[in-house]
């Protein structure tokens, strides 16, 4: 009887579609309010450090006199908390996930001298 159930279910898989997607060929599609990876604009950010106190699993670290914003992505668990109490509205959910890596991930982004741009200019 169990031979029966189971020649039922090989049938049954040879012929439906798979459950899973192929990955790297086939790329997800995700919708609109997806919560994915935190992006910031550095430029506008003034390291009030607002974001590294709400953050829940301390993903985030700000110094504010390097001007560097730091974020663990293997720590982050997306759940939005600082980019909704960040008061200049600089960090933002995006609409799709970190690629995927052997190792952790550590993004650290360093606001650009205003001295050294008017030099410049």
Request: hydrophobic share 30%; with cysteine; proline share 6%.
């Amino acid at each position: 009887m169990t031979i029966m159930k189971f020649t039922k279910s090989v049938i049954k898989n040879l012929f439906s579609k798979p459950a899973t997607r192929v990955y790297p060929q086939e790329k997800r599609i995700y919708p609109e309010r997806t919560r994915g990876h935190v992006d910031i604009d550095i430029d506008t950010c003034i390291f009030c450090g607002m974001c590294q106190r709400k953050c829940p699993t301390g993903a985030i670290q700000v110094d504010r006199n390097e001007k560097t914003w730091t974020i663990q992505r293997f720590s982050c668990i997306q759940c939005s908390s600082c980019a909704d109490n960040c008061p200049k509205k600089c960090l933002k959910m995006g609409n799709s996930y970190p690629e995927p890596s052997a190792s952790q991930t550590v993004d650290i982004y360093q606001k650009k001298e205003e001295t050294a741009l008017k030099a410049a200019e």
